[in-house]
């Protein structure tokens, strides 16, 4: 399996721009063959600890039966039209792919 997180960071923080991102990724993202697990919300803001990172306002959370899903996934229509939609509202995007059992 491989697991797909990504990590966005708004240029608008404000609540409204944070929710339309949420269901952005709601509307486009899951549904793909071969996903396993999708999720999408936001930062635990008062979970402070040393080690827990805060400067994201969406996860998004997904996890593939297979490498081959992952790099269909990557080029599928709706995929590329959530990036179309919304690449102009993201300050940061940071991806973590990797294998998991």
């Given at each position: 399996m491989l697991a797909h997180m990504v990590y966005f960071t708004l240029k608008d923080r404000s609540p409204a721009a944070v929710q339309k991102m949420v269901e952005a990724c709601q509307t486009y993202l899951p549904g793909h063959p071969g996903i396993l697990f999708f999720a999408a919300g936001t930062v635990v803001p008062d979970l402070t600890r040393p080690v827990n990172q805060t400067d994201f306002d969406v996860a998004l959370q997904m996890v593939f039966d297979s490498r081959?899903?992952?790099?269909?996934y990557q080029?599928?229509?709706?995929?590329?039209?959530?990036?179309?939609?919304?690449?102009?509202?993201?300050?940061?995007?940071?991806?973590?792919?990797?294998?998991?059992s």
């Amino acid at each position: 399996m491989l697991a797909h997180m990504v990590y966005f960071t708004l240029k608008d923080r404000s609540p409204a721009a944070v929710q339309k991102m949420v269901e952005a990724c709601q509307t486009y993202l899951p549904g793909h063959p071969g996903i396993l697990f999708f999720a999408a919300g936001t930062v635990v803001p008062d979970l402070t600890r040393p080690v827990n990172q805060t400067d994201f306002d969406v996860a998004l959370q997904m996890v593939f039966d297979s490498r081959e899903a992952h790099d269909a996934y990557q080029q599928a229509p709706r995929h590329l039209q959530f990036i179309a939609e919304n690449k102009a509202s993201w300050d940061r995007v940071r991806v973590f792919d990797s294998y998991v059992s």
